[in-house]
Protein backbone atom coordinates (compact mmCIF):
# COMPACT_ATOMS: atom_id res chain seq x y z
CA UNK A 1 0.00 0.00 0.00
CA UNK A 2 1.52 3.09 -1.08
CA UNK A 3 2.29 5.49 2.09
CA UNK A 4 2.94 8.56 1.03
CA UNK A 5 0.97 10.01 -1.90
CA UNK A 6 1.28 13.02 -3.90
CA UNK A 7 -0.62 15.69 -6.30
CA UNK A 8 -1.17 16.31 -8.21
CA UNK A 9 0.46 13.94 -10.86
CA UNK A 10 1.74 16.77 -13.44
CA UNK A 11 1.46 20.62 -13.14
CA UNK A 12 1.74 22.98 -16.04
CA UNK A 13 2.56 26.81 -15.14
CA UNK A 14 3.27 29.56 -16.55
CA UNK A 15 6.91 31.07 -16.19
CA UNK A 16 6.29 33.77 -13.28
CA UNK A 17 2.77 31.87 -12.19
CA UNK A 18 3.32 30.65 -8.20
CA UNK A 19 2.26 26.72 -7.34
CA UNK A 20 1.69 24.51 -4.63
CA UNK A 21 2.43 21.01 -4.41
CA UNK A 22 1.10 18.10 -2.04
CA UNK A 23 1.81 15.31 0.00
CA UNK A 24 -0.19 12.91 2.46
CA UNK A 25 1.26 10.11 4.08
CA UNK A 26 0.79 7.64 6.32
CA UNK A 27 4.24 7.03 7.31
CA UNK A 28 4.40 6.38 11.42
CA UNK A 29 6.46 7.52 12.71
CA UNK A 30 7.33 10.12 10.76
CA UNK A 31 10.12 11.44 11.98
CA UNK A 32 11.03 14.28 9.38
CA UNK A 33 9.67 14.45 5.40
CA UNK A 34 12.37 16.24 3.00
CA UNK A 35 11.35 17.75 -0.41
CA UNK A 36 13.48 16.72 -3.69
CA UNK A 37 13.85 17.97 -6.68
CA UNK A 38 14.57 15.59 -9.57
CA UNK A 39 15.42 16.97 -13.15
CA UNK A 40 15.06 14.71 -16.10
CA UNK A 41 17.13 11.98 -16.66
CA UNK A 42 19.35 13.47 -13.14
CA UNK A 43 19.41 12.35 -9.66
CA UNK A 44 17.77 13.60 -6.89
CA UNK A 45 18.57 16.78 -5.15
CA UNK A 46 17.08 17.84 -1.74
CA UNK A 47 15.29 21.11 -1.04
CA UNK A 48 14.40 20.80 2.44
CA UNK A 49 13.54 19.26 5.37
CA UNK A 50 10.68 19.49 7.80
CA UNK A 51 10.89 18.01 10.82
CA UNK A 52 8.70 19.29 13.96
CA UNK A 53 4.94 19.61 14.09
CA UNK A 54 3.78 22.84 11.81
CA UNK A 55 8.05 23.46 10.69
CA UNK A 56 7.66 25.98 8.24
CA UNK A 57 11.09 26.34 5.99
CA UNK A 58 11.92 28.63 3.44
CA UNK A 59 14.94 27.91 1.03
CA UNK A 60 14.91 30.92 -1.82
CA UNK A 61 11.63 30.94 -3.78
CA UNK A 62 11.01 27.28 -2.28
CA UNK A 63 9.29 27.15 1.14
CA UNK A 64 7.12 24.16 2.86
CA UNK A 65 5.10 23.59 5.85
CA UNK A 66 4.21 20.41 7.45
CA UNK A 67 1.30 19.29 9.51
CA UNK A 68 2.39 16.14 11.36
CA UNK A 69 -1.66 15.77 13.33
CA UNK A 70 -2.90 15.67 9.51
CA UNK A 71 0.24 13.73 8.25
CA UNK A 72 0.13 16.33 5.41
CA UNK A 73 2.97 18.90 3.60
CA UNK A 74 2.62 21.48 0.83
CA UNK A 75 5.72 23.06 -1.24
CA UNK A 76 5.10 26.04 -2.29
CA UNK A 77 6.97 27.84 -5.46
CA UNK A 78 7.43 31.25 -6.14
CA UNK A 79 7.45 33.22 -9.61
CA UNK A 80 8.52 29.77 -11.11
CA UNK A 81 11.42 29.92 -13.96
CA UNK A 82 11.99 27.51 -16.64
CA UNK A 83 14.71 25.55 -14.98
CA UNK A 84 11.98 24.96 -12.22
CA UNK A 85 10.81 22.44 -14.56
CA UNK A 86 11.61 18.97 -12.92
CA UNK A 87 9.93 15.85 -10.74
CA UNK A 88 9.57 17.36 -7.08
CA UNK A 89 9.16 13.88 -4.71
CA UNK A 90 7.74 13.79 -1.00
CA UNK A 91 10.06 12.03 1.19
CA UNK A 92 9.18 10.56 4.50
CA UNK A 93 11.75 9.30 7.12
CA UNK A 94 10.56 7.11 9.94
CA UNK A 95 13.67 7.50 12.09
CA UNK A 96 15.63 9.79 12.58
CA UNK A 97 18.39 7.38 12.62
CA UNK A 98 19.91 4.60 10.14
CA UNK A 99 17.94 2.23 11.20
CA UNK A 100 14.47 3.91 9.50
CA UNK A 101 13.33 3.49 6.38
CA UNK A 102 12.79 6.48 3.81
CA UNK A 103 9.54 6.37 2.13
CA UNK A 104 9.43 7.89 -0.96
CA UNK A 105 6.30 9.31 -3.17
CA UNK A 106 5.60 9.20 -6.54
CA UNK A 107 6.48 12.34 -7.63
CA UNK A 108 4.51 15.59 -9.04
CA UNK A 109 5.57 16.45 -12.58
CA UNK A 110 5.98 20.23 -12.86
CA UNK A 111 6.20 22.14 -16.64
CA UNK A 112 6.92 25.54 -16.66
CA UNK A 113 6.06 27.48 -20.02
CA UNK A 114 7.03 30.84 -20.86
CA UNK B 1 33.33 18.27 -3.90
CA UNK B 2 30.85 15.65 -2.60
CA UNK B 3 29.80 12.78 -5.06
CA UNK B 4 28.22 10.01 -6.19
CA UNK B 5 29.09 8.48 -9.18
CA UNK B 6 27.46 5.57 -11.40
CA UNK B 7 28.01 3.29 -14.16
CA UNK B 8 27.37 2.93 -17.00
CA UNK B 9 24.74 5.62 -17.31
CA UNK B 10 22.77 3.29 -20.07
CA UNK B 11 22.77 -0.55 -20.18
CA UNK B 12 21.05 -2.90 -22.66
CA UNK B 13 20.97 -6.26 -21.36
CA UNK B 14 19.15 -9.56 -22.65
CA UNK B 15 16.81 -12.16 -20.75
CA UNK B 16 18.92 -14.01 -18.83
CA UNK B 17 21.92 -11.97 -19.24
CA UNK B 18 24.45 -10.70 -15.94
CA UNK B 19 25.01 -7.28 -15.21
CA UNK B 20 26.72 -5.61 -12.67
CA UNK B 21 25.95 -1.67 -11.91
CA UNK B 22 28.97 0.06 -10.44
CA UNK B 23 28.57 3.22 -7.54
CA UNK B 24 31.44 4.88 -6.11
CA UNK B 25 31.07 7.84 -3.11
CA UNK B 26 33.82 10.34 -1.73
CA UNK B 27 31.85 12.05 0.55
CA UNK B 28 33.39 9.14 3.61
CA UNK B 29 29.67 8.39 4.13
CA UNK B 30 29.13 4.76 5.88
CA UNK B 31 25.80 4.21 4.30
CA UNK B 32 25.29 3.38 0.55
CA UNK B 33 22.03 2.43 -1.08
CA UNK B 34 20.39 1.24 -4.20
CA UNK B 35 16.95 1.92 -5.45
CA UNK B 36 15.28 1.71 -8.38
CA UNK B 37 13.16 3.95 -9.38
CA UNK B 38 9.72 2.70 -11.62
CA UNK B 39 6.94 5.25 -13.46
CA UNK B 40 4.05 5.60 -10.85
CA UNK B 41 6.18 3.98 -8.18
CA UNK B 42 8.21 5.84 -5.30
CA UNK B 43 11.83 4.87 -5.02
CA UNK B 44 12.31 1.30 -3.92
CA UNK B 45 14.97 0.09 -1.75
CA UNK B 46 16.92 -3.00 -3.21
CA UNK B 47 19.65 -3.25 -1.00
CA UNK B 48 21.90 -0.97 1.18
CA UNK B 49 25.10 -1.04 3.60
CA UNK B 50 26.73 0.63 6.39
CA UNK B 51 30.33 -0.35 5.41
CA UNK B 52 32.76 -2.41 3.63
CA UNK B 53 31.89 -5.71 4.01
CA UNK B 54 28.37 -5.44 5.32
CA UNK B 55 25.31 -5.79 3.29
CA UNK B 56 21.51 -5.51 4.52
CA UNK B 57 18.56 -6.49 2.35
CA UNK B 58 15.95 -4.00 1.62
CA UNK B 59 12.33 -3.99 0.26
CA UNK B 60 13.05 -5.31 -3.30
CA UNK B 61 15.92 -7.41 -2.69
CA UNK B 62 14.63 -10.28 -5.06
CA UNK B 63 16.78 -11.31 -8.19
CA UNK B 64 19.40 -8.80 -6.92
CA UNK B 65 22.64 -9.28 -5.15
CA UNK B 66 24.90 -6.60 -3.86
CA UNK B 67 28.65 -6.41 -2.67
CA UNK B 68 29.93 -3.69 -0.68
CA UNK B 69 34.03 -4.11 -1.46
CA UNK B 70 34.96 -0.62 -0.12
CA UNK B 71 33.89 2.58 2.02
CA UNK B 72 33.71 4.13 -1.85
CA UNK B 73 32.44 0.92 -3.89
CA UNK B 74 28.67 -0.34 -4.03
CA UNK B 75 27.83 -3.02 -6.65
CA UNK B 76 24.44 -4.29 -7.94
CA UNK B 77 24.51 -7.39 -9.79
CA UNK B 78 21.69 -9.39 -11.62
CA UNK B 79 22.69 -12.26 -12.12
CA UNK B 80 19.91 -13.68 -14.35
CA UNK B 81 18.24 -10.27 -15.65
CA UNK B 82 14.37 -10.49 -16.66
CA UNK B 83 12.75 -8.05 -18.69
CA UNK B 84 11.11 -7.04 -14.64
CA UNK B 85 13.97 -5.37 -13.54
CA UNK B 86 14.15 -3.22 -16.59
CA UNK B 87 14.16 0.37 -14.95
CA UNK B 88 15.73 3.44 -13.58
CA UNK B 89 18.75 2.58 -11.10
CA UNK B 90 19.68 4.85 -8.36
CA UNK B 91 22.45 4.91 -5.59
CA UNK B 92 22.80 6.91 -3.13
CA UNK B 93 25.12 7.73 0.26
CA UNK B 94 24.08 9.49 3.49
CA UNK B 95 25.62 9.31 7.04
CA UNK B 96 22.37 7.14 7.95
CA UNK B 97 20.84 10.25 9.85
CA UNK B 98 17.87 12.84 9.00
CA UNK B 99 20.33 15.89 9.60
CA UNK B 100 22.02 15.88 6.44
CA UNK B 101 20.00 14.47 2.96
CA UNK B 102 21.19 11.18 1.49
CA UNK B 103 23.53 12.61 -1.78
CA UNK B 104 22.15 10.82 -5.15
CA UNK B 105 23.62 9.46 -8.37
CA UNK B 106 22.49 10.47 -11.44
CA UNK B 107 21.21 7.12 -12.42
CA UNK B 108 21.86 3.78 -14.84
CA UNK B 109 18.88 3.15 -16.74
CA UNK B 110 18.90 -0.48 -17.42
CA UNK B 111 16.92 -2.36 -20.21
CA UNK B 112 16.50 -6.38 -20.60
CA UNK B 113 15.05 -6.75 -23.54
Known amino acids: KTQVEQSPQSLVVRQGENCVLQCNYSVTPDNHLRWFKQDTGKGLVSLTV?????DKTSNGRYSATLDKDAKHSTLHITATLLDDTATYIC?????????????FGAGTQLIVIP | EAAVTQSPRNKVTVTGGNVTLSCRQT?????MYWYRQDTGHGLRLIHYSYGAGNLQIGDVPDGYKATRTTQEDFFLLLELASPSQTSLYFC????????????FGEGTRLSVL
Open chain 2, 27 to 31: NSHNY
Open chain 1, 50 to 54: LVHEN
Open chain 1, 91 to 103: VVGDRGSALGRLH
Open chain 2, 92 to 103: ASSWGDNNQAPL
